[in-house]
């Protein structure tokens, strides 16, 4: 039977060693007033296993070994195409809006790309050696990226250019912005230094004691963070300390990814005082979280909902529903030129064109999806 999608409240996209992208949906039954999640499509267009995987409100990019990055269409459920510029593994994709995205490959470069004609705008170098991880500030003029020649860069990115470079002594595995672009965090291993984006210094720092597979912001200063133990952690973040508030189990093995979005409800309204986390580990399994905000430190999340995916799964993302999204486009935006264009012939033809329906995962079998007009 097909979904309602009135009754969808987020959509939960999957990558997994298995090199398959998975797409779920979580819905809300007002009669027994639950949450369940549920398959939606699958698709196995990677030769190697799905490594990253990011959406915008539109869009879906998927990032693999198999140095190919694969583009989806969410609201018509259908495959774009490939994006085939890089030379190494795809290792970290990022959206900002609908209108740009970035990527980063093993061979050492980013590529900024137009969303609208999917044209490589331009080609950062700099780093010697393969990018582990990539983060947009929320105004879209700046990036930053880590890598394995343990250097952290940021990048202009309304000139198209490298900003300049800090030498961290470390291959760095994650970077990411707070959500109000304040400061940022560098991940390595299982330590987590927090920077001062005036200063561009280390502010403070904690060690986690476990490795750190995934990180999220739940707040604009507190951050969720899980790793190689079966356990999620929050962390709150002050001038001076980077303090855990909070740890509870929520995995039979290693947490792989973690994502963070306002919670909704059927109406559309993203929740000011809630906040959904949903977690992916290797024991297969996708979890959606609800937490409050303001107890944080009292309270353990209460699980919502939870699917057994029998995947290894390897990273996780989100898409909020249609309406949340025409919620947040009320809001005012400032609209960005994010690089200079840099169009210009390649031996490596950017990306091959084509438009295939997503399969529709139904009963365990697929079958292919009609595209919609």
């Known amino acids: 039977m097909a979904i309602d999608q009135d009754k969808v409240c987020l959509n939960i996209i999957a990558g ?11 819905t809300y039954n007002e009669k027994s007033e639950k949450y369940s999640i549920q398959a939606k499509f699958t698709d196995n267009s990677h030769i190697g296993y799905v490594k990253t995987i990011a959406a915008s409100n539109n869009l879906l990019a998927s990032g693999s070994t198999d140095e190919t990055i694969h583009l989806y269409n969410l609201q018509s459920n259908t495959e774009l ?51 582990n991880s990539i983060a947009i500030h929320p105004s879209g003029k700046l990036a930053l990226s880590v890598g394995v020649d343990k250097t952290l860069r940021t990048w202009n990115l309304l000139k198209g250019r490298a900003a300049y470079t800090t030498n961290i002594k470390q291959a760095a595995d994650h970077v990411l912005w707070s959500p109000d672009g304040e400061l940022y965090i560098v991940v390595i291993e299982g330590v987590i230094n927090v920077y001062n984006i005036t200063t561009a210094s280390i502010a403070c720092t904690t060690n986690c004691k476990k490795r750190i597979n995934a990180v ?14 079966n356990n999620i952690s929050l962390y709150e973040i002050t001038k001076s300390e980077v303090t855990c508030i909070h740890d509870f189990e929520a995995h ?19 929740s000011k005082s809630h906040r959904w986390l949903v977690s992916a580990s290797s024991d297969g399994y996708i979890k959606l979280w609800s937490l409050q905000i303001n107890k944080l ?13 029998t995947a290894r799964l390897t990273c996780v993302t989100v898409r909020p529903t249609v309406k949340a999204m025409d919620t947040e486009k009320e809001k005012p935006q400032t609209k960005v030129t994010m690089a200079l264009d840099e169009r210009k012939a390649s031996p490596k033809q950017p990306a091959v064109k084509r438009t295939k329906a997503l399969s529709e995962h139904k009963g365990g079998k697929s079958k292919k999806k009609k595209m919609k007009p």
């Open 16 to 26: 997994c060693y298995e090199r398959t992208v998975l797409g779920y949906e979580v």
């Open 81 to 131: 195409g490939t994006l085939l510029q890089h030379d190494g593994t795809i290792t970290c994709l990022c959206f900002h809006a609908d209108s740009h995205m970035i990527s980063s490959s093993e061979d050492g470069t980013l590529c900024v790309w137009d969303t609208n004609s999917w044209d490589c705008m331009k080609t950062l170098k700099g780093h010697k050696g393969g990018v």
């Open 216 to 229: 999220t912001f739940i707040t604009d200063r507190v951050v969720a963070v899980g790793g190689e133990g």
């Open 252 to 270: 039979d093995n290693r947490i792989k990814g973690l994502k963070c979005v306002p919670a909704c409800t059927v109406s559309g309204k993203p």
């Open 297 to 309: 430190q009292e309270e353990s999340p209460s699980l919502l909902a939870e699917i057994s995916t």
